[in-house]
C-alpha cells in the first residue's frame, strides 16, 4: 500500500469496549503504511484506568468532538460559517430537509450537524480529504456537505436495515464515495435500499480477528458444564430465550451447568428479573462490560459459546470464539451463516426456538466429540476467511483502488 493514503476515521465512540474490532482495523492499516487519524464523536466509554494500555494510546491521539467543550465548538462553527457561509446553510437546510416533517429527526440532525461541522473544521485544519466512518454514517453525510471531504462507510446492520429510511441509506449510497458491507448479505440489503445507479459502489469486506491473538484455549475440565454469551444486553440479542433455555435444561436434570452473559446495556433489568424469577442464580451470572483481557479469560474457561440472536451483523465474538477452537452454537441470521457452516464449524438453530435451542445446548453437552470437532474446525475457517491481516490488506486495496479514480 502506498504510503500516500491518508485517512480519517470517525467513529461513534473511541476506544470503546463494544467496538474493539474498529481499533484492531486501525492498528492493521497503520501497520500497513496508512496514516490514520481518528475523531470520535464521544469519549471513551470507560473511566481512564479501566482503558487497557493500548485503548490508552489511542485515546491520547483521538479527537473527541464532545470532548473538545463548548467554547472550541462554538469557535470551530462560528469559523466555519464565516469562511463558507454558503455551504454552512446548505448543509444545516440540509440536515433539516432530509428528515421531513419528523421533528424528532429533524431536532436529531440537527445535532449531528453541529458534531459534523466540528469534525470537518478539525479535519480540514489536518488537510484530510476523505473520512471513513463506522457507526456515525449520517454525521459524514452532513460532513460532506459542508466541506470540500469525500466520505465512505462501513455498513454493519442488522440496525441500518430495520429502518433504511430513517438511516438514509439510500442517500449516503448516492453521496459516498463508496461504501462498504460486512457480509453479502448486508451488500444486498444496501442494494435492496439504494438505487441500483449506485451498487457499483458497494464492496464486501468481512470484519476479521487476529488469531494470534486468540490461540486455540486448552481443553477446559470444569466442575461444571460452562457457556458463556457475549455481547450487548439488548432485546436484539434473545439474551432472555437463552435463559429460559438454561431454565428447560435444568428442570430436565441437567444441573451441573452455568451460563456466563458479558456485556451491559438497556436490558439488564429485565434479564436480573428473569433470572430470580426463575431460581438460576446459581445457574447464571451477569458479569457486565468487560474488557479485552477479561472477555478472553472467560473464553478460555467456557464449553460452549452460545449466541441466540433475532439479529446481527456478523458478530466479531463469534470469530474470536471460533479462533480459539471453542464450539459455537448461533442463530441462522442474517450474515451468520457466511461465517458457521451448520454442523461443519459450528452449529446453527433458527431463531426464537426455545425448544430447539434447548435441544442444541443439550446435545452439545452430551457430545464432547463432536464440541471438538466443531471447535477444530471453526479455527479453521477463520484462519481461511476471517484473518484480520488478510481482510484488513483486503479493505486497504480497496482504499486505494477507490480513492485513486473518480468513480463516485
Known amino acids: 500500500m502506498p504510503p500516500i493514503l491518508r485517512l480519517a476515521y470517525l467513529v461513534s465512540q473511541y476506544p470503546a469496549v463494544n467496538h474493539t474490532f474498529i481499533l484492531r482495523e486501525i492498528r492493521q492499516l497503520r501497520e500497513l503504511g496508512a496514516e490514520v487519524r481518528v475523531v470520535s464523536i464521544r469519549r471513551p466509554d ?13 485515546a491520547r491521539e483521538t479527537f473527541s468532538v464532545l470532548g473538545a467543550g463548548a467554547g472550541a465548538i462554538f469557535s470551530a ?4 460559517f464565516f469562511r463558507r457561509p454558503l ?21 436529531r440532525n440537527s445535532f449531528y450537524f453541529a458534531e459534523a461541522v466540528v469534525a470537518g473544521h478539525h479535519l480540514e485544519k489536518l488537510h484530510f480529504t476523505h473520512l471513513h466512518s463506522h457507526f456515525s454514517s449520517t454525521v459524514a453525510l452532513f460532513l460532506s456537505r459542508v466541506f470540500p471531504i469525500t466520505f465512505s462507510v462501513t455498513i454493519h446492520g442488522p440496525d441500518e436495515f430495520n429502518d433504511a429510511a430513517g438511516f438514509y ?31 457499483h459502489k458497494i464492496e464486501v469486506a468481512p470484519l476479521g480477528v487476529d488469531t494470534g491473538a486468540f490461540p486455540p484455549r486448552p481443553q477446559p475440565e470444569n466442575a461444571r458444564f460452562e457457556l458463556l454469551s457475549v455481547g450487548r444486553l439488548a432485546p436484539a440479542k434473545a439474551q432472555p430465550l437463552l435463559i429460559a433455555a438454561i431454565g428447560d435444561l435444568v428442570r430436565q436434570g441437567r444441573g451441573n451447568l452455568h451460563l456466563r452473559l458479558v456485556g451491559e446495556g ?9 433470572i430470580e424469577e426463575r431460581g438460576l442464580h446459581q445457574h447464571v451470572t451477569l458479569e457486565g462490560a468487560c474488557n479485552q483481557d477479561r472477555v478472553r479469560e472467560f473464553y478460555r474457561q467456557t464449553d460452549l459459546f452460545v449466541l441466540p440472536s433475532f439479529a446481527e451483523g456478523v458478530p466479531v465474538v463469534l470469530m474470536e470464539a471460533m479462533a480459539m477452537e471453542i464450539p459455537c452454537l448461533a442463530t441462522w441470521i442474517t450474515g451468520v451463516p457466511e461465517l458457521i457452516r451448520h454442523g461443519i464449524d459450528g452449529w446453527l438453530i ?5 425448544a430447539e435451542l434447548t435441544a442444541a445446548i443439550a446435545r452439545l453437552m452430551d457430545q464432547a466429540d463432536l ?28 482504499y486505494e483502488r477507490r480513492l485513486s479514480r473518480n468513480d463516485s
Do not use: T
Not at 479453521?380 to 486495496?397: D, F, H, P, T, W
Open 46 to 58: 470507560r473511566p481512564w484506568e479501566q482503558l487497557s494500555a493500548l485503548e490508552q494510546a489511542e
Open 169 to 199: 441509506l439510500a442517500e449516503k449510497a448516492a453521496s459516498a464515495r463508496f461504501l462498504c458491507a460486512v457480509s453479502d448479505y448486508a451488500a444486498s440489503q444496501l442494494m435492496k435500499a439504494s438505487d441500483p445507479r449506485h451498487w
Open 266 to 274: 438497556p436490558g439488564r433489568g429485565l434479564l436480573e428479573k428473569w
Open 87 to 107: 455551504r454552512y446553510l446548505s448543509g444545516l437546510f440540509h440536515a433539516l430537509r432530509v428528515g421531513g416533517a419528523d421533528l424528532a429527526a429533524a431536532l
Open 350 to 354: 433458527p431463531p426464537g426456538n426455545e
Open 371 to 398: 464440541r471438538k470437532r466443531l471447535g477444530a474446525a471453526a479455527r479453521a475457517r477463520i484462519q481461511e476467511k476471517y484473518e484480520l491481516s488478510a481482510n484488513v490488506r483486503r479493505l486497504a486495496g480497496i
Open 77 to 80: 462553527h462560528l469559523a466555519v
